[in-house]
Protein backbone atom coordinates (compact mmCIF):
# COMPACT_ATOMS: atom_id res chain seq x y z
CA UNK A 1 0.00 0.00 0.00
CA UNK A 2 1.44 3.45 -1.06
CA UNK A 3 1.55 6.12 1.76
CA UNK A 4 3.44 8.68 2.98
CA UNK A 5 3.82 8.85 6.59
CA UNK A 6 4.31 12.18 8.43
CA UNK A 7 4.81 10.39 12.09
CA UNK A 8 5.04 7.20 13.65
CA UNK A 9 1.44 6.50 14.40
CA UNK A 10 2.49 3.74 17.28
CA UNK A 11 3.93 6.47 18.89
CA UNK A 12 0.99 8.25 19.50
CA UNK A 13 0.27 5.38 22.70
CA UNK A 14 2.61 5.29 25.68
CA UNK A 15 1.93 1.53 26.25
CA UNK A 16 4.33 0.90 22.74
CA UNK A 17 7.05 3.54 24.02
CA UNK A 18 9.50 0.73 25.30
CA UNK A 19 8.99 -1.35 22.27
CA UNK A 20 11.01 -0.86 19.21
CA UNK A 21 10.24 0.66 15.76
CA UNK A 22 10.11 -2.89 14.52
CA UNK A 23 8.18 -4.58 17.39
CA UNK A 24 5.55 -1.75 17.40
CA UNK A 25 5.54 -2.10 13.39
CA UNK A 26 4.87 -6.09 14.11
CA UNK A 27 2.06 -5.31 16.69
CA UNK A 28 0.43 -3.23 14.22
CA UNK A 29 0.57 -5.35 12.12
CA UNK A 30 -0.68 -7.78 14.11
CA UNK A 31 -3.76 -5.08 15.14
CA UNK A 32 -4.50 -4.72 11.72
CA UNK A 33 -5.40 -8.19 10.83
CA UNK A 34 -8.29 -8.31 13.09
CA UNK A 35 -10.33 -8.04 9.45
CA UNK A 36 -11.87 -5.30 7.86
CA UNK A 37 -9.31 -2.93 7.37
CA UNK A 38 -8.46 -2.98 3.72
CA UNK A 39 -12.09 -2.84 2.77
CA UNK A 40 -12.54 0.72 4.60
CA UNK A 41 -9.14 1.90 3.19
CA UNK A 42 -10.13 1.44 -0.44
CA UNK A 43 -13.48 2.81 0.06
CA UNK A 44 -11.56 5.98 1.23
CA UNK A 45 -9.60 6.17 -1.38
CA UNK A 46 -12.02 5.46 -4.08
CA UNK A 47 -15.14 7.89 -2.24
CA UNK A 48 -12.72 10.75 -1.78
CA UNK A 49 -11.21 10.35 -5.43
CA UNK A 50 -15.14 10.10 -6.73
CA UNK A 51 -16.57 13.26 -4.83
CA UNK A 52 -13.65 15.50 -5.59
CA UNK A 53 -14.20 14.31 -9.68
CA UNK A 54 -18.01 14.44 -8.77
CA UNK A 55 -17.42 18.43 -7.75
CA UNK A 56 -14.92 18.89 -10.77
CA UNK A 57 -17.88 18.14 -12.90
CA UNK A 58 -20.23 20.48 -11.48
CA UNK A 59 -17.92 23.43 -11.76
CA UNK A 60 -16.07 22.34 -14.94
CA UNK A 61 -17.88 24.55 -17.74
CA UNK A 62 -17.90 27.47 -15.32
CA UNK A 63 -14.31 27.02 -14.73
CA UNK A 64 -13.24 27.10 -18.71
CA UNK A 65 -15.44 30.22 -19.14
CA UNK A 66 -13.18 31.74 -17.00
CA UNK A 67 -10.05 30.73 -17.71
CA UNK A 68 -10.37 31.08 -21.62
CA UNK A 69 -11.32 34.92 -20.59
CA UNK A 70 -8.66 35.29 -18.34
CA UNK A 71 -5.89 34.08 -21.17
CA UNK A 72 -7.63 35.80 -23.92
CA UNK A 73 -6.17 38.58 -24.38
CA UNK A 74 -2.46 37.42 -24.36
CA UNK A 75 -2.98 34.19 -26.44
CA UNK A 76 -6.15 34.67 -28.54
CA UNK A 77 -9.21 32.70 -28.53
CA UNK A 78 -7.79 29.11 -29.84
CA UNK A 79 -4.93 29.45 -28.04
CA UNK A 80 -6.91 30.31 -24.77
CA UNK A 81 -9.46 27.73 -25.21
CA UNK A 82 -6.60 25.02 -25.71
CA UNK A 83 -4.99 26.41 -22.17
CA UNK A 84 -8.42 26.29 -20.84
CA UNK A 85 -8.90 22.27 -21.82
CA UNK A 86 -5.55 21.59 -20.86
CA UNK A 87 -5.70 23.27 -16.85
CA UNK A 88 -9.29 21.57 -16.60
CA UNK A 89 -7.49 17.69 -17.64
CA UNK A 90 -4.69 18.61 -15.45
CA UNK A 91 -6.60 19.55 -12.71
CA UNK A 92 -9.34 16.46 -13.56
CA UNK A 93 -6.74 14.00 -13.35
CA UNK A 94 -4.49 15.11 -10.47
CA UNK A 95 -7.07 16.65 -7.69
CA UNK A 96 -9.35 13.20 -7.34
CA UNK A 97 -6.19 11.00 -6.90
CA UNK A 98 -4.66 13.63 -4.07
CA UNK A 99 -8.01 13.68 -2.86
CA UNK A 100 -8.69 10.02 -2.49
CA UNK A 101 -5.12 9.16 -1.43
CA UNK A 102 -5.81 12.20 1.47
CA UNK A 103 -8.89 10.36 1.95
CA UNK A 104 -7.35 7.40 2.44
CA UNK A 105 -4.83 8.48 5.06
CA UNK A 106 -7.32 10.10 7.23
CA UNK A 107 -9.42 6.74 7.31
CA UNK A 108 -5.99 4.91 7.52
CA UNK A 109 -4.98 6.33 10.90
CA UNK A 110 -8.34 6.54 12.42
CA UNK A 111 -8.84 2.76 11.86
CA UNK A 112 -5.25 2.13 12.93
CA UNK A 113 -6.02 3.73 16.13
CA UNK A 114 -8.98 2.31 16.65
CA UNK A 115 -7.31 -0.99 15.84
CA UNK A 116 -4.28 -0.11 18.20
CA UNK A 117 -6.54 0.45 20.80
CA UNK A 118 -8.88 -2.59 20.53
CA UNK A 119 -5.61 -4.86 20.69
CA UNK A 120 -4.27 -2.74 24.00
CA UNK A 121 -7.64 -3.33 25.51
CA UNK A 122 -7.35 -6.95 24.70
CA UNK A 123 -4.19 -6.89 26.61
CA UNK A 124 -4.95 -6.12 30.19
CA UNK A 125 -5.37 -7.98 33.62
CA UNK A 126 -8.70 -9.50 33.89
CA UNK A 127 -8.49 -8.57 37.52
CA UNK A 128 -6.80 -4.65 37.87
CA UNK A 129 -6.92 -3.83 34.16
CA UNK A 130 -3.03 -3.25 33.87
CA UNK A 131 -1.01 -4.12 30.59
CA UNK A 132 0.17 -7.07 30.20
CA UNK A 133 2.25 -5.90 27.52
CA UNK A 134 5.98 -6.79 27.31
CA UNK A 135 5.04 -9.43 30.12
CA UNK A 136 6.65 -13.02 29.18
CA UNK A 137 4.36 -15.75 28.75
CA UNK A 138 5.11 -19.61 30.93
CA UNK A 139 3.84 -22.52 29.46
CA UNK A 140 0.66 -19.83 27.95
CA UNK A 141 -0.08 -18.20 31.33
CA UNK A 142 1.39 -14.29 32.50
CA UNK A 143 1.18 -13.24 35.27
CA UNK A 144 -0.07 -9.62 36.48
CA UNK A 145 2.49 -7.15 37.70
CA UNK A 146 0.50 -5.40 38.95
CA UNK A 147 -1.80 -7.76 41.22
CA UNK A 148 0.01 -10.39 41.06
CA UNK A 149 -2.92 -12.81 39.25
CA UNK A 150 -2.46 -15.60 36.75
CA UNK A 151 -4.07 -15.32 33.71
CA UNK A 152 -4.52 -17.73 30.64
CA UNK A 153 -2.98 -16.10 27.20
CA UNK A 154 -6.28 -18.46 25.79
CA UNK A 155 -9.10 -16.97 28.19
CA UNK A 156 -7.67 -13.05 26.69
CA UNK A 157 -7.88 -14.49 23.35
CA UNK A 158 -3.85 -14.21 22.74
CA UNK A 159 -0.75 -15.70 21.86
CA UNK A 160 2.79 -15.07 22.81
CA UNK A 161 3.24 -12.50 20.24
CA UNK A 162 0.56 -10.58 21.17
CA UNK A 163 2.21 -9.24 24.67
CA UNK A 164 5.69 -8.34 22.55
CA UNK A 165 8.41 -9.56 25.29
CA UNK A 166 11.25 -8.06 25.50
CA UNK A 167 14.46 -8.77 23.08
CA UNK A 168 16.69 -10.35 25.84
CA UNK A 169 13.71 -12.45 27.07
CA UNK A 170 12.05 -13.86 23.58
CA UNK A 171 14.13 -17.07 23.33
CA UNK A 172 12.88 -18.52 26.51
CA UNK A 173 9.23 -18.13 24.58
CA UNK A 174 10.13 -19.58 21.80
CA UNK A 175 9.28 -16.29 19.67
CA UNK A 176 12.83 -16.47 17.96
Do not use: H
Not at 38 to 58: D, K, Q, S, T
Not at 74 to 95: C, N, P, T
Amino acid sequence: MLRIPRSKIYRAFPELDPFSDEDCQRFMQRARSQGGFEVFINGALYGGGGAILAILFIVMAPLFTWLSRLFWDQLGRARSEELAIFIILLLVGSLPTMGGLIARDIVYRRLMQRAINLQLDRIRCLECQYSLLGQVARDGRVRCPECGAVVTLRRLGLSAEDLIPPRNRRAEVGLE
